[in-house]
């Protein structure tokens, strides 16, 4: 009884200062999520990171740093165990009793929303900013992001096609999934001035060939690192369906980085503008025209 | 924890060990003798054991906290102070996290291994473990229907449960699969033990497919929770969890050495066993109902954790014989202590991060059970009941 009691009152002691979103103690950071990690060390805090998740895979340094395992299995104890003074964790990191656990362990803990658009990214980057008390530095990664997007945006008015792009969420020839609408594979092939060739259902289905076939994709969108799970450009046309499909036939396959497509971070502009170019190739001609 | 003395109601398997003796009154007398001894250095073993891997569990982990310190941090709690010092953090840890994981390990272990021991003695069957009657899976539905539906379909039920909604959802699938299962196999007040065996693995297929349409539709996220959900973890430990299971894992395991005597019995045959006088029917359905809830409660906890159920009443087996008063009991501390060990490699062994209980205990569970079976056809002897 005298256990719960000191632990409600631990609770509530530790539950006070962490109202409101000013700055906090930063000296020791574990940061949850790719696009959070990523923020913290566009900011320039990267040396104050003492832990990452296993989805931080960018900048190479994160990844040199301590593992705390999946963002949605945390361990209380591991997170506990490297004595932080704040832990960022993106929104849906859980379970939700370690983040309380945390809490009650006097650590302060801010989870940082998330949803695949503009506005969330920028949002990201002010709300980690103003913790760190790095806003400075926020407005400028903002306006930099913001410039990219710019001229991602005058790329796409370049732009004479719209064409029709299928994700495909490939883990080795046996598992892909194809991206349907609401996703932020979704949200990126908008940015980028094409259309979903999935309009039929909600969230990621296992792709099969006559599905693929009735969405004649004009585009073949993949992570770099699931094209080459399913043995790259060639190991792709050989899977049902594909080479009966526009883009199968004229084998345009684009692959991109995984936290840069999907992370919606502080280099969602470069991501955008990168996409982009690879999803109208006209852009690359003129572009290239126009250097030479 | 003392066996009482044994008489002539034994289990015919246990005489036959000592058969060869038995022409000889002062050689079977000796031979029991032995055997309470035997029994008593096992279960006196094994309490032993277990207060290791409590006292391990609680001083080892990611956080460095010094055996003296637990012991001042234990002692502060009951209000007595200790000379050694120790931070606020590292008393957090211990009280909020570490105590009440150690004490869930302990009641999963032992009701898993518990409700193993008796699920054998009633199938008769050594390889009979809780999932046979459909506890198990039928959480696991509940459970993975919960996390793919629960933000959507179940959002009222979410709001209202909040993270209470997927353990209590479990608690009720794996009881309602195993009442489904029991009636299946009952007729006229009779229950078949091999009906029920044959309607538990119907139940567990069935189970089986609708796991698999939620896997279908469940997102990215979903299908990540799910299978770390199936692999098992005791990391959401919390007082109030423990206190919600807490009594029904312990009142189980007090519970279940009362049909000890009963399970002897049984395993005589069933109609030897109501010739003895036992309710034959009674015991089954009180043995169904325990498992049920304890393994209902357990998994609700901490997921699906396998072959704890399954080795530990084995291992006992081979040390003390197959009688249910010492083999219960016996079952309770052993699994206990070991599901304690697996949780103490699965947070440290990868720390800062944690592995999944369950990949912990089938990865030690089975090459051991595999040695077991071997060595066992080496001797020539098998399993024998």
Not at chain 2, 31 to 59: E, F, P, Y
Not at chain 2, 78 to 95: F, K
Not at chain 2, 101 to 126: D, K
Request: neutral net charge; aromatic residues 4%.
């Amino acid at each position: 009884m005298r256990l719960i009691a000191s632990l409600l009152v631990a609770w509530a002691l530790c539950a006070l200062p962490a109202q409101g979103q000013s700055t906090a103690d930063t000296s020791r950071i574990v940061t949850v999520g790719g696009s959070v990690t990523e923020i913290v060390y566009a900011l320039g805090t990267g040396d104050q990171v003492v832990g990452v998740d296993a989805s931080s895979v960018y900048p190479e340094a994160a990844t040199e740093k301590p593992s705390v395992g999946y963002f949605r299995q945390l361990p209380a104890e591991g997170v506990l165990s490297l004595n932080p003074s704040l832990v960022l964790a993106l929104e849906g990191t859980g379970p939700p009793t370690v983040l309380d656990q945390l809490r009650s362990a006097g650590v302060r803990t801010e989870v940082i929303t998330d949803a695949p658009t503009v506005a969330s990214a920028e949002q990201k980057i002010r709300t980690i900013a103003e913790l760190l008390g790095r806003t400075a530095q926020g407005d400028t990664l903002v306006q930099q992001m913001k410039r990219d997007l710019a001229e991602a945006r005058a790329l796409r008015q370049e732009a004479t096609s719209a064409p029709r792009v299928l994700f495909i969420y490939a883990r080795g020839s046996g598992s892909m999934n194809v991206a349907g609408r609401g996703t932020t594979a979704e949200a990126m092939i908008e940015l980028a001035g094409a259309r979903n060739a999935i309009t039929g259902f909600e969230g990621f289905k296992p792709m099969t060939a006559e599905a693929v076939v009735s969405a004649a994709p004009d585009v073949l969108l993949l992570l770099t690192r699931g094209l080459d799970s399913v043995g790259g450009v060639d190991g792709l046309v050989d899977q049902p369906g594909i080479a009966l499909t526009p883009a199968g036939e004229n084998r345009r396959i684009v692959a991109m980085d995984d936290l840069l497509m999907l992370g919606f971070g502080p280099r969602l502009g470069t991501a955008v503008k990168e996409l982009t170019v690879k999803l109208h190739p006209e852009l690359e001609t003129a572009s290239a025209a126009a250097t030479q | 924890m003392e066996p009482p003395v044994l008489t002539s109601e034994r289990p015919e398997a246990e005489r036959q060990d000592e058969a060869p003796a038995s022409t000889n009154g002062r050689a079977a007398a000796s031979m029991r003798a032995q055997h309470r001894r035997r029994v008593r250095l096992v279960l006196g073993g094994l309490i032993g054991l277990l207060a290791v891997a409590v006292g391990a569990s609680l001083t080892l982990g990611a956080v460095a906290i010094a055996p003296g310190q637990v012991l001042a941090i234990l002692a502060e709690q009951v209000g007595v102070s200790l000379p050694w010092a120790y931070e606020t953090r590292q008393e957090l840890v211990l009280t909020a996290i570490r105590l009440p994981r150690v004490l869930l390990a302990v009641g999963v272990g032992g009701g898993l291994a518990v409700s193993g021991a008796v699920m054998q003695g009633l199938f008769r069957n050594p390889l009979a473990d809780p999932s046979l009657i459909g506890v198990s899976s039928g959480a696991a539905l509940a459970a993975v229907i919960t996390i793919v539906l629960g933000s959507t379909v179940f959002s009222a039920w979410s709001d209202w449960l909040g993270a209470f909604l997927l353990p209590a959802a479990a608690f009720m699938g794996g009881v309602l699969a195993t009442v489904i299962v029991y009636r299946l196999a009952t007729r006229e007040g009779r229950t078949s033990v091999a009906t029920m065996l044959l309607a538990g693995i119907a139940i567990n297929a069935l189970a089986g497919a609708g796991t698999g349409l939620m896997i279908f539709i469940a997102d990215d996220d979903q299908l990540r929770d799910l299978t770390f959900w199936t692999l098992g973890s005791l990391g959401g430990a919390t007082w109030t969890q423990l206190a919600v299971v807490g009594p029904v894992l312990l009142g189980g395991m007090l519970a279940t050495p009362l049909l000890a005597r009963p399970l002897n019995a049984l395993l005589l045959g069933e109609g030897e066993a109501l010739h003895l006088g036992i309710n034959t029917e009674q015991v089954k359905k009180l043995v169904i109902t325990l498992a049920a809830l304890v393994v209902g409660a357990a998994v609700a906890v901490s997921g699906i954790i396998g072959f704890i159920g399954l080795v530990v009443p084995h291992l006992l087996r081979l040390a003390v014989g197959p009688d249910h008063r010492v083999l219960v009991p016996g079952s309770a501390l052993l699994g206990g202590a070991l599901l304690l060990g697996a949780d103490l490699l699965a947070r440290t062994i990868v720390a800062p991060a944690e592995l999944p209980i369950g990949i912990v205990t089938a990865l030690l569970g089975a090459p051991f059970f595999l040695w077991l079976l071997l060595r066992d056809r080496k001797r020539g002897t098998g399993y024998s009941f």
